[in-house]
Structure formats: structure tokens, C-alpha cells
């Protein structure tokens, strides 16, 4: 049974990464907001499905949102629904393999998926794509990161919360944390491709970074926040949501961080694209 161990370990490496409910449990109109329902195609063709909320009054911006790697859009609606009231179109999608999006996730493909609803949202003729705000949470941070820094389209600002900095990394630190696979931490994270790691990017990234990162956080440690923001360029914010948890910034603390983002998207929006 040990000898199959690492097999099985590196077979699953892929799912350590996603965890997709294909249910929807709630829709934007269960929720008062106005929005349209969206289908799309990834680059590769697997057919994709999102929401697209509305502002109220004329739009300031778009916001493209990245979700974690659990569950699907009908559950991390809860990071962006108060957004729309604020002034900003919300696009949020499913990664294949998510929610009504077809196909099955795994890494290469769910970053054709953001490149797609990137060009998706920014070819529209209702969506100013001179206004463009990526905001990404835990792996949708380091998908958003990851996408913004690669694609030559103008942002006026990139926001991830919660993410991390390496696949590798975030992989070996979770084997290690368990007793049974910790020997195993290090041969079997050569098995996890760093080819998106957002950390080896973030220099190239040409759109204003803010990074949110709660210190005690259980799931992504802290450290992770501060290898990005030694890495990025000079216009970069680093926000630490002190005694936060994971992705706790726009949960538990959101009386604080809902009108400190307000006020920081208002002065990206200001500056000169």
C-alpha cells in the first residue's frame, strides 16, 4: 500500500488544485442584482459559462473576477455581489469544469479559460475596455496574476487576495503539512509543472498591484504575499488584514476593505491609462 502511495499522490496532484461543483446553488437575481447570464468559448473551444452583473447607474469600470479553487461562481458570488451598487460591471465565470462550464479542470486549461474571458469581456461593444479591473482570489489570484502579466491587454488595475506565489511551493508546503506524506514533499513536487507560477511574471506586470493577504491566514501562508510583492514592479500595494484568515479581507473584515478598495479603484481610475 506505501508503494502506491506516490503514484496515487502524483495522479492527484492535478486535483490537489481544484475542487469543481458543477451545481448551482444561487443565481445574481436571487440576489437582487441585475445581470446576464454569458456563454463563451475557452481558446481550445470548451464552451464556458458566466455572469455578467451590472451597475447601477453608468458604469465606472468592469471587474473580471478569478474564483477560488472550490465550488463555483453561484458560491464566491459573495466577494463581488455588493460591486454593482458601488458603479462597476462584474464579469464573473467558471473555469471548464466548474459550474455549467464543460470539460475538466486542469491547469493548462484554465488559463486558456482566463485569456478567453479576458479577450471575451474586452471585445464587447457595452464594456469600455480602456476600464478593465482584474481582481482574483486565492488560485484565482494566481490565474489573474499569472493572465495579466502574459496578455498585452491595458488593465487599469490588478487586485489578487490570498494568492500564492508558486505551484510548486503551495504544493510541497501542503504535503508537508501531514505526517504520512511529508518524506514525500520534495520528490513528488518535481512532479508539479511552475509554468504558471504567477511569481516568475509578476515583474512584467504593467498594470498597478495591489495584493491583500490576511496573517493568519491557514491556507496560503503570508509569505507567499510578500515573495509576489518583491517581485513585482514599483506600482505595487501590499494590504496585510491583520489577524485575517483566508480571503478574509472582503468577509469578516469588509467593513474595513469594501471602501478602502472603493477609494483605491477610484484613484486607478483617475490616473492616466
Known amino acids: 500500500m506505501m508503494l502506491m502511495l506516490p503514484v496515487t499522490l502524483l495522479s492527484a496532484c492535478n486535483g490537489m488544485f481544484f475542487y469543481p461543483m458543477q451545481t448551482l446553488v ?13 456563454n463563451f468559448p475557452s481558446l481550445d473551444g470548451t464552451q464556458l459559462n458566466g455572469w455578467l452583473l451590472r451597475a447601477k447607474g453608468e458604469a465606472k469600470a468592469t471587474v473580471v473576477f478569478f474564483h477560488g479553487n472550490a465550488e463555483n461562481i453561484s458560491t464566491h458570488i459573495g466577494a463581488v455581489y455588493w460591486l454593482p451598487a458601488a458603479g462597476y460591471n462584474v464579469f464573473l465565470f467558471d473555469y471548464r469544469g466548474y459550474g455549467l462550464s464543460q470539460g475538466k479542470a486542469e491547469l493548462h486549461g484554465v488559463h486558456l479559460d482566463a485569456r478567453a474571458a479576458l479577450q ?70 518535481l512532479g508539479v509543472s511552475d509554468q504558471y507560477s504567477p511569481q516568475a511574471v509578476v515583474g512584467q506586470l504593467k498594470a498597478p498591484l495591489l495584493i ?11 509569505r507567499h ?3 509576489l510583492y518583491e517581485q513585482a514592479g514599483k506600482d505595487k500595494e501590499l494590504w496585510v488584514v491583520e ?3 483566508h480571503t478574509a479581507a472582503f468577509g469578516p473584515f469588509r467593513e474595513v476593505y469594501r471602501p478602502k478598495l472603493l477609494e483605491y479603484l477610484r484613484q486607478r481610475l483617475q490616473d492616466t491609462p
Open 212 to 222: 491583500i493577504h490576511g496573517d493568519a491566514d491557514p491556507i496560503i501562508p503570508i
Open 225 to 227: 504575499a510578500y515573495d
Open 26 to 38: 444561487r443565481t445574481p437575481a436571487q440576489l437582487g442584482l441585475a445581470y446576464e447570464e454569458i
Open 120 to 189: 471575451y469581456i474586452r471585445e464587447r461593444p457595452d464594456i469600455d475596455p480602456s476600464r478593465l479591473i482584474v481582481f482574483g482570489q486565492s488560485l484565482g489570484g494566481a490565474i489573474a496574476l499569472y493572465t495579466a502579466a502574459t496578455e498585452d491587454i491595458p488593465l487599469r488595475a490588478v487586485v489578487v487576495e490570498s494568492a500564492f506565489a508558486r505551484y510548486r511551493g503551495i504544493f510541497r508546503e501542503k504535503l508537508g503539512g501531514f505526517f504520512l506524506t511529508w518524506p514525500l514533499q520534495w520528490p513528488l513536487s
Open 243 to 245: 489577524g485575517g484568515g
